[in-house]
């Protein structure tokens, strides 16, 4: 039978909040995108900082030295694409979020580790839009960088995008527009993607009642995070936290998520 991970699959997922200096190693393509905060990479020619939004291309080792807290979403990628894709690489670098829109998204959706194919097929589309990646491509525009970051620092306290754009001082519209041209997504899709990551992280560490876990993630209540929950990930939260709980459970932290707006 043919084995589609041979060509192509996501490996391993690094998924971090950095505050010290880190490496990613093994086999394969490692493609990552800074979701918050501002790190360096070294490189032969000494380290190279981005900031968030900025996607990171490269084979292992890689350094990496936080300049303050920030937050790393990393995709390990083998196989024989990623040979082909490796061999094209003359070192590790940053690229222009806006360079490869799509990427962002993409890395979310392999967080979550479907069946194979559709795994091996989404390592695949991140390839092809990394090639398009741009090492010299401007950065994220600063209203997308601001935005990512109050979303990261206080998804709790945001009642949706239209707060958002007017802590920002922008029109709702033009906030979504920007934001969706750089990153390939919607502002509220990415608010509540975090939000999700929240819950699961509360839920794989902590007891508390699903009331407890709505409220500190930013959810109306419990009825409506186990409606959004399950729409992203196809279980209850209860069943989410019971499978993290079991022994043979991953460690670290769990996926982010598909399609979701608020």
């Avoid at 968030?52 to 490269?58: D, H, T, V």
Wanted: with cysteine; charged share 15%; net charge negative.
């Amino acid at each position: 039978m043919f084995d589609c991970r041979a060509w192509c699959a996501a490996a391993q997922v690094w998924d971090a909040q950095l505050s010290g200096r880190a490496v990613l190693d093994g086999e394969g393509v490692w493609a990552g995108v800074l979701s918050s905060g501002r790190c360096a990479l070294d490189g032969p020619d000494g380290p190279v900082s981005a900031d968030a939004g900025s996607l990171l291309i490269g084979t292992s080792p890689l350094e990496l030295v936080p300049e303050g807290a920030c937050h790393l979403l990393a995709v390990r990628i083998t196989g024989r694409v990623a040979q082909d894709f490796a061999a094209q690489l003359e070192a590790p670098f940053w690229a222009g979020g806006a360079s490869a829109p799509m990427a962002a998204q993409l890395l979310a959706r392999l967080r979550e580790q479907p069946e194979a194919a559709a795994e091996s097929s989404l390592a695949y589309r991140l390839l092809c839009e990394l090639a398009g990646a741009d090492p010299a491509a401007p950065a994220l525009p600063p209203l997308v960088s601001r935005a990512m970051a109050a979303m990261q620092q206080n998804y709790a306290g945001l009642y949706g995008v239209e707060e958002l754009s007017a802590q920002l001082g922008v029109s709702k519209s033009h906030l979504i527009r920007v934001f969706r041209a750089a990153m390939g997504m919607p502002p509220g899709q990415y608010l509540a993607a975090v939000r999700i990551e929240a819950a699961k992280q509360l839920l794989t560490h902590r007891e508390y009642p699903l009331e407890v876990v709505a409220s500190l993630c930013g959810f109306s209540g419990a009825n409506y995070l186990c409606r959004v929950f399950r729409k992203a990930t196809g279980m209850t939260p209860a069943a989410w936290r019971a499978v993290a709980a079991a022994p043979d459970a991953p460690e670290g932290p769990l996926p982010l998520e598909k399609e979701l707006y608020v």
